[in-house]
Structure formats: C-alpha cells, structure tokens
C-alpha cells in the first residue's frame, strides 16, 4: 500500500467515506459525520483506494482561522493500519496546509502516539481557537470531550 496515490475524492465517494467514518464511530476511533456535512466538506479530504479502486482511507484539512486548521476524520481500514497509509494521508493534510501557507495544524485525537510521530505535541484545549467548538456542540460527548489536543507548528 506504500506505492498507493492519497488523491482528492469526487462526490461519487461520499457515501463510501460516510461508510468508513460510520464503522469508525461505532468502534469509538473517532466521530461521526452527517452525510450532508461530508458533502458540504468534500473539498477538505483526501483518499486512498485499493487495487479495486474502492476508498479504504481518508482524512481532511479543515481550516478553522488565519492560521490554523484541524487535521480530521482520518481513518484507515482495519486490514490496513500499521503500514504507513494514516501517514500518507496525514502528510497530504499537513503539505495541503504548508501549501496555503498555514502555520499550525492541530488534531483531537485518540492515537496520540501516531500524531506524536507525525510531529504534534499535546497541548490544552484552551490553546486552540474558540471556533473550533462549534463542533463540539454537536458532539454526545460534549462538555466531557475525552479526546487529546495535539498541535503541530509548521516550519
């Protein structure tokens, strides 16, 4: 998988993303996403495809204000975690933000393990931009967010 393209999805993959963000959720690996907003979103992603074309993995780059965006929904199938496509895909996010001149990209995360290889740091909550709490609000888990804040300050 290694050799694999991270590329922009088209509409047509929506629904295969909503798929494995769903089956994500349900494992509590990350949140759910309403189709409506996965359309309203698309441009923010980033996929991979097996040899079939069919979408395994996903991430997006959500740009929250001036200088930062949230690197979001990243999520791998099963049969494919430990073989660097979370990493491609997380880089794509990252070189998308450097890109559009970005210099802080942030993350709430469970697996702050493979964010800290990727270069972030945990940092609190308070240190990330109210804005970004516009989703929370919407969260089950909202006030009691058990998720780790990880920043990572681009050079």
Same mark, same amino acid.
């Given at each position: 998988m290694m050799d694999s393209i991270v590329e922009k999805p088209s509409v047509k993959d929506i629904k295969a993303i909503h798929s494995l963000l769903m089956g994500? %959720?349900?494992q509590g690996l990350l949140l759910s996403r309403s189709l409506s907003d996965l359309y309203n979103h698309?441009?923010?992603f980033f996929v991979l495809r #097996? /040899? /079939?074309g069919t979408v395994v993995a996903c991430a997006a780059l959500s740009i929250v204000w001036e200088d930062m965006a949230e690197v979001r929904s990243l999520f791998v199938v099963e049969a494919l975690r430990g073989k660097g496509? +979370?990493?491609l895909l997380a880089e794509a996010c990252i070189e998308d933000a450097r %890109?559009?001149?970005i210099g802080k990209v942030f993350t709430l995360t469970y697996e702050t393990a493979f964010f800290g290889k990727l270069g972030f740091s945990e940092v609190?909550? #308070?240190k990330l931009p109210q804005k970004i709490w516009? #989703? $929370?609000?919407? $969260?089950p888990k909202f006030p009691d967010c058990d998720e780790v804040a990880m920043l990572r300050?681009? +050079?």
């Open positions: 994500g %959720a349900k698309t441009r923010e #097996d /040899a /079939a496509v +979370g990493r %890109a559009m001149g609190g909550k #308070d516009a #989703d $929370c609000i919407h $969260c300050v681009l +050079g």
